[in-house]
């Protein structure tokens, strides 16, 4: 535990890799949490696995809290409990990609929550799925809970699960030029 870039294997991970990593944790925290790495600054995790049960209050989820690099072929189990920018593998992902990625479990949190991501810049999202619960009281999403800035592209993608908030959608919750295909 501990305040802020927390992670299971790293607090942040700058350009570097992660490759075929397993994380089995229960970690907390305030702002930028995760249960593989807190903070991803154009680092890498390649084909890694978290079975993680994650609190924080900002930036939470169950690989990464912030991301602005690359996940490909990572797989989480996950119950994450967040107040804003809170996902099932990664809280908030500012842009960067994440690419066939699977994620199941239970998401909470007050708002901008989704079952992939809690908050999604410019990112590529593509051939990764979520099949989780999600429950906010703002903008919830089965995927994505919010897709902001010039928003991110998704592709090949699917949601399974309930999503709960005021603001709800079953692949996005809320959205800003955000590119759907397939």
Known sequence: ??????????GSLWDGRLVECLAQV?????????????????????????????????DVGGMVGYGSGMLTGCKAQAEVTGRQRVGGPVG????????????????????????LAGECGEALIWRSSADCEVTAEQAAGGLVGSARAMGPFIADCYALGS????????????????????
């Open 26 to 58: 229960q970690i907390a925290g305030e702002d930028v949490v995760g249960g593989m790495v807190g903070s991803s600054s154009g680092g890498s995790l390649i084909r890694c696995q978290a079975w993680a049960e994650v609190f924080g209050t900002d």
């Open 1 to 10: 535990s501990g305040v802020e870039r927390v992670g299971g294997v790293a």
């Open 163 to 182: 999503v709960a908030g005021s603001t709800a959608g079953g692949l996005v919750g809320e959205t800003y030029e955000v590119k759907i295909m397939n």
């Open 92 to 115: 908030h992902q500012g842009d960067g990609q994440i690419i066939e990625c699977r994620t199941a479990g239970i998401v909470i949190g007050s708002d901008n929550v989704g079952g």
